[in-house]
């Protein structure tokens, strides 16, 4: 406005951030939000009638969702009328690869997803349990049978489809909790709770970033359970996790 030079140190910025964030007030910060497990959605597709279109449709975007270590933005639209077909996922958005083991691996090119604007692609693989995300989905496509081109999780309404909005959605999770006698959880337990999983799982950390498509170490944050996570870094015995350790943290090559 002025025509002055804009000049700022990046060193006193970061030290003045660190502060703020260390001062401020709990009443202005979020509380930790709670992450959902397989045991929740175990629950959850107890308290689910699948046969109904969208409750069908919530269950597969739900478990789609987890295991993609997505966030709810991506696979929901903010409102009914809002769909776009270049910025949403939809049925024609899906491919099936495999791997060199013969894996067969379900892929969704997102257009458009919270940390890239240009969209990337996201999967998962078929799992044990009725939180499996291939029989769920299978079930979403006979039930819903959604237009090609449209909404991924559209459901049949009043002879219409109707797209899959974030209220919706997150309406029917918390209706669904209730229902099976558990606290609501809120929308992005789904990625911190799927976060949680794979690292319990001993995915390595650099996996899991890529995984979530993070461009920073954010995702640490969610480490509600140190503990266990940990648990294989910190043994008194390293020589006995040799093999564990060599495959999360590769030698360094000269």
Same mark, same amino acid.
């Given at each position: 406005?002025?025509?002055?030079?804009?000049?700022?140190?990046n060193t006193k910025i970061e030290a003045l951030l660190k502060a703020t964030v260390i001062l401020?007030?709990?009443?202005?910060?979020?509380?930790?939000?709670?992450?959902?497990? +397989?045991?929740?959605?175990?629950?959850? @597709?107890?308290? !689910?009638?699948l046969v109904d279109p969208a409750e069908a449709a919530v269950f597969a975007c739900l478990t789609t969702m987890f295991l993609c270590t997505a966030h709810v933005r991506e696979f929901t639209i903010p409102h009914l009328?809002?769909?776009?077909?270049? !910025?949403?996922?939809k049925l024609s958005n899906i491919t099936h690869e495999k791997d060199q083991q013969g894996l067969m691996v379900m892929n969704f090119c997102l257009p458009r997803m919270k940390s890239a604007l240009v969209g990337e692609d996201i999967s998962w693989v078929?799992? @044990?349990?009725?939180?499996d995300p291939q029989t769920v989905f299978q079930n979403h496509l006979t039930v819903n049978n959604p237009p090609r081109d449209g909404h991924l999780f559209a459901y049949k309404h009043k002879g219409s489809y109707y797209p899959l909005t974030k209220l919706k959605f997150t309406t029917a999770l918390s209706s669904t909790a209730k229902k099976a006698g558990i606290k609501p959880l809120q929308g992005h337990g789904i990625c911190i709770g799927s976060t949680l999983k794979y690292l319990l799982c001993n995915v390595p950390f650099n996996v899991i970033k890529i995984k979530g498509h993070w461009a920073s170490d954010t995702f640490l944050i969610y480490l509600h359970r140190h503990a266990q996570i940990l648990a294989l870094? +910190?043994?008194?015995?390293?020589?006995l996790h040799k093999s564990f350790l060599c495959y999360? +943290?590769?030698p360094i090559h000269h």
């Amino acid at each position: 406005m002025h025509c002055l030079d804009w000049s700022h140190n990046n060193t006193k910025i970061e030290a003045l951030l660190k502060a703020t964030v260390i001062l401020a007030p709990t009443s202005s910060k979020r509380k930790p939000q709670e992450p959902y497990t +397989i045991s929740t959605l175990e629950m959850m @597709h107890s308290n !689910l009638n699948l046969v109904d279109p969208a409750e069908a449709a919530v269950f597969a975007c739900l478990t789609t969702m987890f295991l993609c270590t997505a966030h709810v933005r991506e696979f929901t639209i903010p409102h009914l009328d809002a769909f776009d077909p270049s !910025l949403h996922v939809k049925l024609s958005n899906i491919t099936h690869e495999k791997d060199q083991q013969g894996l067969m691996v379900m892929n969704f090119c997102l257009p458009r997803m919270k940390s890239a604007l240009v969209g990337e692609d996201i999967s998962w693989v078929q799992q @044990h349990g009725p939180s499996d995300p291939q029989t769920v989905f299978q079930n979403h496509l006979t039930v819903n049978n959604p237009p090609r081109d449209g909404h991924l999780f559209a459901y049949k309404h009043k002879g219409s489809y109707y797209p899959l909005t974030k209220l919706k959605f997150t309406t029917a999770l918390s209706s669904t909790a209730k229902k099976a006698g558990i606290k609501p959880l809120q929308g992005h337990g789904i990625c911190i709770g799927s976060t949680l999983k794979y690292l319990l799982c001993n995915v390595p950390f650099n996996v899991i970033k890529i995984k979530g498509h993070w461009a920073s170490d954010t995702f640490l944050i969610y480490l509600h359970r140190h503990a266990q996570i940990l648990a294989l870094y +910190i043994q008194a015995s390293p020589p006995l996790h040799k093999s564990f350790l060599c495959y999360t +943290i590769p030698p360094i090559h000269h």
